[in-house]
């Protein structure tokens, strides 16, 4: 079990460069979650996905497309990518997003946007 | 106020020494709360979940006081390996999973 995978593991961008960002989990989880994390500050979401079809903001999801391609896979996408976006990018995936179920993250992508 | 504060740490103990990390939260609707573990320029990894009744898992102890809105972790006989940042987490039926900015340990031989 690869559990949660993403690609790529790091990313230099000029500002106004797009790119997608890739998550793939294996665990038949339904719930999936885009996080970005920034010094000294907690995971912020960005986009979650509750099932398979469904997409949703979450705390700070201007500059941000997703896409839940299947079950399996959800991407973000940057359209035009600025230096704020600048950050370590996480997804993750649950069983669901009810209580009492616990988030498993993929390793990460460091993105630097110049 | 942010949803879910921590200590601001870092917390610098050695080897052997008892630490206590605290965590706050506003909503009153919270149902779940865990604590999770990150090691530098790693992932976040499920520590433990905490349940009311509060629970122990070897060297860790979690502990839940929801009429005070507050969740403690203590770490016995602390380890070089616990040095990470400790992330405190809670979570709402039907909502999403919100992170404190965590706390950082770090255990000196």
């Known amino acids: 079990n690869a559990g949660v995978t993403q690609t790529p593991k790091f990313q230099v961008l000029k500002t ?3 790119m997608t960002l890739q998550c793939a989990q294996d665990m038949n989880h339904n719930s999936m979650y885009w996080y970005r994390q920034d010094p000294g500050m907690g995971l912020r979401l960005i986009y979650y996905s509750a099932s398979e079809g469904t997409t949703d903001k979450g705390e700070v999801p201007n500059g941000y497309n ?3 391609l299947n079950k399996r896979e959800f991407s973000l996408r940057l359209e035009s990518a600025a ?3 600048t950050s370590v990018y996480f997804c ?3 069983t669901t997003g009810a209580a009492g179920n616990t988030q498993y993250f993929g390793p990460g992508t460091r993105l630097t946007v110049l | 106020r942010k949803e879910v504060e921590q200590d601001p740490g870092p917390f610098n103990v050695p080897e052997g020494a008892t630490v206590a990390f605290n965590c706050t939260y506003s ?3 919270s149902q779940s709360f865990f604590w999770y573990r990150q090691d530098c320029r790693k992932e976040p990894k499920l520590l433990m979940s905490v349940y009311s009744s509060g629970n122990e898992d070897g060297r860790f102890t979690a502990q839940l006081n929801r009429a005070s809105q507050y969740i ?3 770490i016995r006989d602390s380890k070089l390996s616990d040095s990470a940042t400790y992330l405190c987490v809670v979570n709402r039926e039907g909502q999403n ?4 900015p965590g706390t950082r340990l770090s255990v000196l031989p």
Not at chain 2, 97 to 100: D, E, L, P, Q
């Open chain 2, 72 to 74: 403690s972790l203590l």
């Open chain 2, 27 to 29: 909503n009153s609707a």
């Open chain 1, 66 to 68: 997703v896409s839940r």
């Open chain 2, 97 to 100: 999973f919100v992170f404190g």
């Open chain 1, 83 to 85: 230096p704020s976006q």
């Open chain 1, 92 to 94: 993750a995936s649950s």
């Open chain 1, 16 to 18: 106004g460069q797009s």
